[in-house]
């Protein structure tokens, strides 16, 4: 009951509740703020000045008036012409940018760094870079705590479907914690808890990636029985699984799109490992309370 | 074996006696003669634990796939005109950036369907993080 109905069901809402909050297409026409507008897949163009900000999720902007305030584009493509410019910050997501030089009084912020990438030589040396972070990072985590990261690998190994709709859950969870967090940030306490909440994502990822990084290396190059174990002289151990797994899947980051889709996929299976395990304690997040007997 | 599937059927499950203590001592203090017949035990036959060699480090391999990666990661930078700390130190997304997505997102979903999702969200997580894990236990 619990497998067959709960988990796939669970798996559907979060994924809708995913795609609510990143692509709100509630928010279609003009905004709930009098000065805000929001577009979702739409042909717009601005030609009057827009007191507030503009967000625009897919679709195109024609901007040939002043935006005072940001203007927030994912996935989407936007032409500057004629005065068009925007006062406040550039913030892009997958998006295209044309004739924005010189027409941003703020800053343009690419939301993740392979947007802000050049070219394609550019984004795979970004990522070759960010390859040996992780590698080292891997590296010196098994050290510290293999037996954790072995635990955690057998959880992702066992229980796949469990870790990802964990995951997916956790992902949606952060995200919709951070918005309700950042509600805050005019009251000072936000900060501090956008804080706490984003070094506990980071935490969590880092963890994670390592023990799918365990068990990928685990699964393409562990030993299948005790004869082959001790004929091996590299190919054994936490620490040479984890290598291996970080630079099979690092690998496989290289190819466009495909990898970045593994490399998603693998995100969300460690976050869903690294909860489901609590790190690798295989500890209970929640005590229950029981009367003692007499 | 438990020790109540040994005291159901003691002279079939004598073999239990060499592991717990407590049965031993039970029989002894009966005053019972203890033969206790060896059942053969095939190690090899049993299958892999994920423990068996966890603790063995490769550093020829560990060293390789640094160089490797590194390596890569260099050549790679210099022909694209960068280095690979100012790609590192980059990688990360603007905390002003992010602030503003959030806030911005979170105007344009609303604050009641922002709170409806959030004690949604977190109830499933709750629930799911309830479950205990289902790994052996190694």
């Not at chain 1, 900000?53 to 203007?71: E, F, N």
């Not at chain 1, 925007?86 to 800053?107: K, P």
């Not at chain 2, 060499?18 to 095939?42: F, I, K, T």
């Not at chain 2, 160089?67 to 002003?96: F, Q, R």
């Amino acid at each position: 009951m619990f497998r067959r109905i709960v988990i796939p069901l669970t798996a559907i809402a979060a994924l809708l509740a995913l795609f609510a909050v990143v692509s709100p297409t509630g928010a279609r026409g003009d905004s709930r703020s009098t000065s805000d507008k929001h577009y979702v897949d739409e042909n717009v163009t601005i030609d009057q000045p827009v007191m507030g900000t503009v967000q625009l999720y897919g679709g195109t902007l024609m901007l040939r008036d002043v935006i005072a305030g940001d203007l927030l584009v994912i996935g989407g493509k936007v032409t500057f012409t004629g005065r068009g410019r925007v006062e406040g910050n550039l913030i892009h997501a997958g998006a295209t940018l044309t004739g924005a030089d010189g027409r941003v009084g703020g800053r343009t912020y690419p939301l993740a760094s392979l947007e802000g990438a050049a070219g394609a030589l550019t984004k795979t040396a970004i990522i070759a870079s960010l390859l040996l972070v992780w590698l080292i990072a891997a590296i010196v985590v098994t050290l510290m705590s293999g037996r954790e990261i072995r635990l955690s690998s057998v959880e992702v190994r066992t229980s796949a479907l469990h870790c990802f709709v964990l995951g997916l859950v956790a992902l949606t969870s952060f995200v919709l914690t951070a918005i309700a967090f950042s509600y805050l940030v005019p009251y000072v306490i936000g900060i501090p808890l956008l804080a706490a909440l984003g070094v506990f994502a980071l935490l969590t990822k880092i963890y994670g990636m390592i023990a799918v990084f365990h068990a990928i290396g685990t699964l393409v190059a562990g030993a299948r029985s005790r004869g082959q174990l001790e004929q091996r002289k590299w190919l054994r151990g936490d620490l040479a699984m984890v290598v291996i797994g970080v630079l099979l899947l690092g690998a496989l980051r290289l190819i466009p799109v495909v990898g970045t889709i593994l490399w998603s996929l693998a995100s969300i299976f460690g976050v869903g490992v690294a909860l489901a395990t609590k790190f690798g304690r295989r500890e209970p997040w929640f005590l229950e309370f029981r009367a003692a007997n007499a | 074996m438990t020790c109540e599937e040994y005291l159901q059927d003691p002279d079939a499950n004598t073999v239990h006696l060499e592991s717990c203590a407590n049965c031993r001592a039970l029989e002894e203090e009966l005053g019972l003669p203890v033969d206790v017949q060896h059942r053969p035990l095939r190690v090899d036959a049993l299958p892999l634990a994920s423990w068996e060699g966890a603790s063995h480090r490769t550093w020829p391999l560990v060293g390789a796939g640094l160089v490797a990666a590194l390596t890569l990661a260099i050549v790679l930078s210099a022909y694209a005109g960068i280095s690979p700390m100012t790609v590192v130190s980059s990688s990360m997304p603007s905390l002003d950036a992010l602030l503003t997505f959030l806030q911005l997102t979170g105007r344009a979903i609303g604050a009641p369907l922002v709170a409806v999702l959030f004690v949604a969200i977190n109830t499933i997580l709750f629930l799911l993080l309830r479950r205990a894990p289902k790994g052996v236990d190694v």
